[in-house]
Each structure stands twice: as structure tokens, then as C-alpha cells.
């Protein structure tokens, strides 16, 4: 029987999951730097700086999983030589290295835009030749909210791409997809391979960081089953057990993935209140083994991302359908606060709601006043 749950991480990705624990019966610790993270509040940290940390967190719990897919392999292999770790650690060691994340979408046959491995400057020029600019170089490993990446625009920027980048070990350079819009779907797989799915998110970026997310994403009945045929091959490949999200552009060629997250992720905290179970609800049933819940959608909703700078709070509570979410971090450009979700009980309404938020929230990541448009004509 699992009573607490261990979790690599202290962010606000850990302190929902513990909110979200709390009901079930399950307390959390946390593996995390210092005691004054966005968990603190929700149960133990243990300061991961401290001597002898890793042990001390190995027998906190009876069961572990994560908040952060740069979860250093070392810990998680320590750990599962006494405890289970989920999801496993195959999923993270590839959500960690690009190229093997692409080499298992190519086994998989989840369409990919055209890639090249690349390990020289030469092999950049290359990859230039062969497939055609811009190109995005990223690293393959690391990097996290725009970071670690370069576009390529003019053959003159490749020496800058790769004295920018090539310290950093392998790349992977990867061809300009030209979408209409970046979609996400995620799911969440239980110890007995059950397979559950949330309908897909439109996800909206500023500056490389996710600014909100409109669910379910407007004309997307064509697309549902084809995202959840693609993360359904991912979950029962790596035998996965927790909730796993799947980045994936609309082109005109159909669905191509970008990128998975072996975690709860922020295009799912809708999912709170928008959801029949919530992702970090279902999570934490599958880390312990417990049933599944309904992956249902309650009402059209939109979520939206504070970062930076704290709204004033009772502004936005004021506005009807709006649930506000604070992380309990300090102020700091391009740091994410805490987020709000819109689903006013009629959904005609959601359009003006999102108008009104707008003009609630500090520049310049403001929403655009017609951003819920699509939205309310899908619904």
C-alpha cells in the first residue's frame, strides 16, 4: 500500500501534485534545493545540497515519480535499485537526449519533421546543404522555455549557431516546420496499461514560454484519435506508468511531433478545474496504483500563464469563471507565477472573458482580445 510519494522537484509542478495527493489519502516529499521552493508548503523537502540527501529521500517514500524530466539519471538510478520510480527510466533518460527522442518517434512511426544528428561544424554545414534554411539547431540535451536553441535564418549565422551551441555537446538541427498552429495532447497510462486521454490544447508561446492554452483545441475532432494513436504507441512502448504529455505541430502534411514530457505539463492545467480528473490528480492515482479517473471535458475552458509579474489578485477574482493558481514565487522576468483558468458557465461567454482578462494582466504578455474567438465558434 503506497501512503507517501516521492518527487524529484519542488516547483509548482510538484505542489499541485501534492494538492492534488492530499484527497487521496497520500502525503508527498520533495527532492529539492532549499525549504522555501513552491512545495514547501505541501510536505517535506529535503534539501538536495545537504550530504547524504539521496538517501535520506529514498527512504522518505514509498513510491516516486518527478516533476522535471532533467532529473539526473544518477539519482534515479540510486533510487531504483531500493525503490520504483515512475514513470520509468527509460522514458526520462530519452525525454533527456533529443536524438533519442527522435529515433523513437522514427521506430514508432510518429511523423517527425527532418532531422540531423549533428557533431561538428561541418556536420552543420551540412545539414544546411541537405536540408535547406531556417533551421532550428538545438541541444540535445538540456534546454528548457526557448533556451538552447538557435534558428538559423542565412548560411552567415552557421559559424555563430555553432559557437553559440557546440560546447554544449551534440546538437540536432532540425528543419523549419512551417504549422499553423502547436497542439498537445497528454495522457496518462495506469500500472495495468490502462490508457486514458485529455482532448488537445492549442498552445499559444511569448518569447519561447507557453502564454496560454485554449481547450479543446478549436477544430480538432479530426485530429483527437490520430495525437491519441501517436501517445498510445509511446505509453505502451516504454511500458509507462503516470502521465506523459505529447508537443505536436498541425501542418498541412497532418500531425508531426516535436517533443514529449515525461511529466504533468503546463498546457494540462487547465485540467483542474476544466477536467472531470485532472492530470495531477490522475497522476498521482497511477504512481499508486489506484484506478484511473475520467479524462472527460467539463466545459470549454482557456488558461493562461502569469509570468513575470503578479495581477492584482482581487481583479481577477472579480471576473466570473475565473480560477486563479499562485505558485508562491517571487517576481522575476520570465518566471512563471501562477496561472488562470477561464470556463464561465455559459461557454459564449468565454470570448468576452478573455477580453476582460486582458486587460488585467502586465504587458507585454497580455492575451490578445481575440484570442478565444476560434474557440467559441468551435464550441
Not at 128 to 135: D, T, Y
Not at 188 to 210: C, F, M, S, Y
Amino acid at each position: 500500500m503506497v501512503n507517501t510519494v516521492g518527487i524529484f522537484g519542488g516547483g509548482q509542478l510538484g505542489r499541485m501534485l501534492a494538492q492534488a495527493a492530499l484527497p487521496l489519502g497520500l502525503q508527498c516529499t520533495f527532492y529539492e534545493a532549499g525549504s522555501d521552493c513552491p512545495s514547501a508548503a505541501l510536505g517535506r523537502v529535503i534539501d538536495n545540497t545537504q550530504p547524504e540527501a539521496l538517501q535520506a529521500f529514498i527512504h522518505s517514500a514509498d513510491v516516486f515519480s518527478l516533476e522535471f524530466e532533467n532529473t539526473p539519471l544518477a539519482d534515479a538510478d540510486a533510487l531504483t535499485q531500493h525503490k520504483t520510480l515512475y514513470p520509468p527510466r527509460q522514458a526520462l533518460a530519452i525525454a533527456q537526449h533529443r536524438l533519442s527522442e527522435k529515433a523513437l518517434f522514427d521506430q514508432l512511426a510518429i511523423p517527425v519533421a527532418p532531422y540531423s544528428a549533428v557533431h561538428s561544424l561541418n556536420d552543420l554545414q551540412r545539414a544546411v546543404q541537405e536540408q535547406g534554411l531556417p533551421l532550428v539547431v538545438k541541444t540535445a540535451t538540456g534546454g528548457y522555455d526557448g533556451k538552447g536553441q538557435f534558428a538559423i535564418r542565412e548560411t552567415a549565422q552557421i559559424e555563430q549557431a555553432w559557437h553559440e551551441l557546440g560546447q554544449a555537446g551534440p546538437l540536432i538541427a532540425e528543419s523549419f516546420v512551417r504549422f499553423s498552429r502547436e497542439v498537445s495532447i497528454i495522457a496518462v497510462r495506469g500500472q495495468d496499461g490502462e490508457v486514458r486521454t485529455w482532448p488537445l490544447a492549442e498552445n499559444h508561446h511569448h518569447q519561447g514560454i507557453l502564454s496560454h492554452s485554449i481547450v479543446p483545441a478549436p477544430q480538432s475532432q479530426d485530429l483527437q484519435p490520430i495525437a491519441t494513436d501517436y501517445i498510445t504507441r509511446l505509453l505502451n512502448h516504454l511500458n509507462y506508468v503516470g502521465v506523459l504529455t505529447l508537443e505536436l505541430f498541425v501542418t498541412e502534411q497532418g500531425l508531426l511531433a516535436n517533443e514529449m514530457a515525461p511529466r504533468v505539463h503546463n498546457s494540462g492545467h487547465w485540467s483542474i478545474e476544466g477536467a472531470v480528473c485532472s492530470q495531477f490528480e490522475n497522476h498521482m492515482r497511477a504512481v499508486a496504483g489506484l484506478p484511473l479517473g475520467s479524462t472527460e471535458l467539463v466545459k470549454p475552458t482557456v488558461m493562461v500563464n502569469i509570468i513575470g509579474q503578479h495581477p492584482n489578485t482581487a481583479d481577477i477574482l472579480a471576473l466570473d469563471g475565473a480560477h486563479l493558481h499562485l505558485y508562491g514565487k517571487t517576481e522575476r522576468t520570465g518566471r512563471k507565477l501562477g496561472h488562470i483558468t477561464l470556463m464561465p458557465t455559459d461557454s459564449s461567454q468565454l470570448s468576452h472573458l478573455c477580453q476582460q482578462l486582458a486587460g488585467l494582466l502586465p504587458q507585454p504578455l497580455a492575451l490578445t482580445p481575440d484570442m478565444a474567438i476560434p474557440l467559441a465558434d468551435n464550441a
